[in-house]
């Protein structure tokens, strides 16, 4: 039922419906929750035209430090334990990639936060890498206050 419903709001972003007129158009009493949290999380996709190469460029960069990682921890780890626990960083990375690719609102919004969270570790901050992990921080920031602005954010109880 959601990848149908999800499909269903894609197409409508598409068409450059407003989020308020999908959820007008869409509601029911079984999917309320579920429709306001993916209205929630998909931007306009005027938006998203707007932010796309900034979206590529962020997904380079992190496309980038993610192979660094994993090389990093593949050549230099003495255990087993040592090498699944190193790779937590990159699979995050990954998960990541996949939501900034599909335009969801998380990626925009763990983003920041772990890229200056990154920078606490002593291998990150060497110089490309320190400016890469803060340039993911500020744009992923900004693209968040811009995709997904309070205005349009829809409550459960609206109608």
Do not use: W
Request: proline residues 3%; aromatic residues 10%; hydrophobic residues 50%.
């Amino acid at each position: 039922m959601q990848q149908s419903l999800e499909k269903e709001i894609k197409a409508l972003l598409k068409k450059n419906q407003s989020k308020r007129a999908i959820y007008k158009m869409l509601v029911t009493d079984a999917n309320k929750s579920e429709l306001t949290n993916l209205l929630n999380n998909l931007p306009l996709n005027a938006r998203r035209k707007i932010t796309f190469g900034i979206t590529l460029f962020i997904v380079a960069l992190l496309t980038l430090l993610t192979i660094k990682q994993s090389l990093y921890v593949y050549l230099h780890s003495n255990t087993a334990a040592s090498l699944i626990l190193g790779f937590v960083g990159p699979i995050i990375h990954i998960y990541i990639l996949r939501e900034l690719l599909r335009s969801h609102r998380l990626a925009y919004q763990l983003l920041p936060f772990l890229s200056i969270l990154a920078l606490l570790h002593q291998e990150n901050r060497i110089l490309p890498d320190m400016y890469m992990y803060i340039c993911m921080a500020i744009l992923s920031g900004i693209l968040y206050l811009f995709l997904f602005p309070k205005k349009e954010h829809i409550e459960y109880s609206q109608v």
